[in-house]
């Protein structure tokens, strides 16, 4: 099956086996009858399983090539979980540039509890050598990452995971599974942000994990139902129901995206963009080779590096959102320093680029024209 038609029937076969629904019922309930302790027809309480879930983890597997899907209560959640695979003592290399969120999980949740965090730059994979130990268990890798648009090569970063025997987690979030597979460049977990892309109407946080290994698989979903961080089955079918268009809304997103990032890199106001589809973009080639289109997040800074001059142009925006999130058919600006990114220290975020004029862009489906008249407007 083609991704254009795993999208709507990946993974859903007889998904209602008593009405023939076309669409999986929401089950609403926490539990299922038993005839005799034990005696039932597959799930037996909502935490451990829900139809509804399993028809949106069928369809998660699907778009990934995966074998198993589980589905979280957010994207959070979904990384929480991956982490729990570690023991104290065990080390973890990821992006030095990464959501904000996943970074504070990280640092102010997981050391807590004796796991170690490396964060560097992996745009040049061999880097991750450098760092690499006895104790190193997890490889974690965001691309494009979250702000800075870097491209990490997801295969060379495999290739140093499996060759020193450590997993290699990437997130997906905002590459969406129409843009690249992790999994099919040797990548051993991919994590989404199931609020964002596979949604994609800004209704539900959820997250979600892909695996193509039983052992890896089962320890995962050991971690789900013990932990107890799932989604619920409305949630699941808002999210089944997105994903029945995830890829006619992308090519709208790289669309739009394309022409906006093109309109941003020559407009005289505005320093730096950040959209690896520009071949000015120091990971274009790799972007070329890994993902089949570049996109709609876009990051750019304004000349003369101001927070207050990032501030007013976000504030001027009347279609693009002020809002957090990304991912959503509505376009959606944000400034990263002050929102997405609060929680990283200043000096640790301007490391990364992550400068006070730094405004990030979730490109929505909307009129290209509209979009760029608004950020004229909004610049000028
Ligand atoms: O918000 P949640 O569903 O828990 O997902 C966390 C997360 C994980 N990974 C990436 C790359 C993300 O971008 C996010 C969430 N990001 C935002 C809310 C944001 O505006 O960047």
Redesign the pocket.
Known sequence: MKFNTKTIHGGQYNVDPAYGSVMPPIYQTSTYSQTTPGGHKGFEYSRSGNPTRAALEKSLASLENGNYGLAFG??????DAVIKLLQPGDEVICTND?????YRLFKKIFEKFGIKFHFIGMQDASKIENFINDNTKLIWV?TP???MMNIIDIKACSSIAKKHKILLAV?N??ASPYLQQPLDMGADIV??????YLGGHSDV???ALIVNNNELAEKLYFIQKASGAICGPQDCFLVLRGIKTLHIRMQRHCENGKAIAIFLASHPKIDKVYWPGLPSHPNHEIAKQQMKDFGGMISFTTKGNRMEDAIKVVENLKIFTL????GGVES?A?H?AT???ASIPKEEREKTGVVDSLI?L?VGIEDVEDLMDDLKQALG
């Open positions: 957010s994207g959070l959640a979904a990384i990464l959501y904000g969120g996943s965001e990452s979250n702000p997130d979030t905002f994590m989404h942000s199931a609020t964002k946080v959820m997250g809002a957090e999130s990304l959606l944000g990263p929102m997405t990114h990030r979730s």
